[in-house]
C-alpha cells in the first residue's frame, strides 16, 4: 500500500522529491501518513477532496484484500 500511495502522489506532485509517507501498522488497521510541500497541498487535495478521497478509496481497497483496514492522512 505504501508504494501505491507513494506512487500516486510523486506522479500528481510538482515537488515529487519532498513527498514522505510513513506508516504504521497496528494489528489489523494501516495508518499512511503523507507530508507533502506546501505548494502541492491543493494539487493533492483537489477540488472538494476529490483527489485525495480517491487515493483514499484505493488505498482502502488493496487493504481489503490484505484482509486490513487502511487510514490515509494529509499532515503539513
Known amino acids: 500500500m505504501r508504494e501505491l500511495v507513494e506512487y500516486l502522489v510523486k506522479s500528481l506532485a510538482d515537488h515529487p ?5 510513513h506508516e504504521d501498522d497496528t494489528g489489523d488497521t494501516v495508518v499512511l501518513q503523507l507530508k507533502i510541500a506546501e505548494g502541492d497541498v491543493g494539487k493533492i487535495i483537489g ?6 478521497n480517491a487515493i483514499r478509496t484505493l488505498v482502502q481497497a488493496a487493504a481489503s484484500s490484505h484482509k486490513k483496514r487502511a487510514k490515509l492522512e494529509v499532515l503539513n
Open 47 to 52: 477540488k472538494n477532496g476529490s483527489t485525495i
Open 17 to 21: 522529491d519532498e513527498v514522505s509517507l
